[in-house]
């Protein structure tokens, strides 16, 4: 079982029920799945830069990403309809507490110039998104291998009735929030 569950299920619920003052176990905020995406805007160009993409996501992730495709056509940007623009992996059950838990105490710690994460980008239905800049921040990603610098955005999905219930998971899950002034 994953170290993460396993902290979740022991101090976790006890601590948010005193905090949400509620009985119910049901009830309380819990995670639903983690979205990890890349944006390939380079795939236009070469094709090989998906593959490399693709390459390091499975990495990072454990799993095989999923191509994403281009919804419509945009000019400006010369991408047309069906193009192969980008990749996403979802985790759910214990793969998700896993990437949590090294995202928490192995990535976020190695972000450059890290004041900690906006309390602000939660959604209207509590779910978390934050953006990180390139893949070197993550151990399993070999600096001398990668072809190239990529971002990614991370949708942490959050089953909870109010977003400030799914402030409350995550600070407990040892989020690292910024303090708010």
């Known amino acids: 079982m994953a170290r993460l569950l396993e902290k979740y299920r022991t101090e976790i619920v006890p601590a948010l029920r ?7 176990v049901h009830a309380l905020p819990k995670l639903d799945k983690i ?42 940007f010369k991408l047309r309809k069906g193009q192969q623009i980008g990749l996403k992996v979802t985790l759910r059950g214990s793969r998700m507490y896993e990437f ?8 976020i710690p190695r972000i450059r110039d890290f004041r900690g994460l906006s309390p602000k980008a939660f959604d209207q239905a509590g779910n978390y998104n934050l953006g990180i800049s390139e893949q070197v921040v993550f151990p399993e990603i070999n600096i001398d291998k990668m072809e190239f610098v990529q971002g990614m955005n991370i949708t942490i999905g959050v089953k909870a ?4 219930d799914s402030f409350q998971l995550l600070k407990h899950l040892g989020v690292p929030f910024r303090q708010q002034q």
């Open 100 to 107: 949590l838990d090294r995202l928490v105490t192995i990535v």
């Open 35 to 76: 979205v990890v995406s890349m944006g390939v805007g380079k795939a236009l160009e070469n094709k090989n830069s998906l593959d490399a993409a693709a390459k390091d996501l499975a990495i990072i992730t454990g799993q095989k990403p999923m191509v994403t495709r281009a919804r419509k056509s945009v000019a400006g």
């Open 18 to 24: 005193k905090a949400l003052e509620t009985e119910n």
């Open 161 to 164: 009735r109010k977003p400030m």
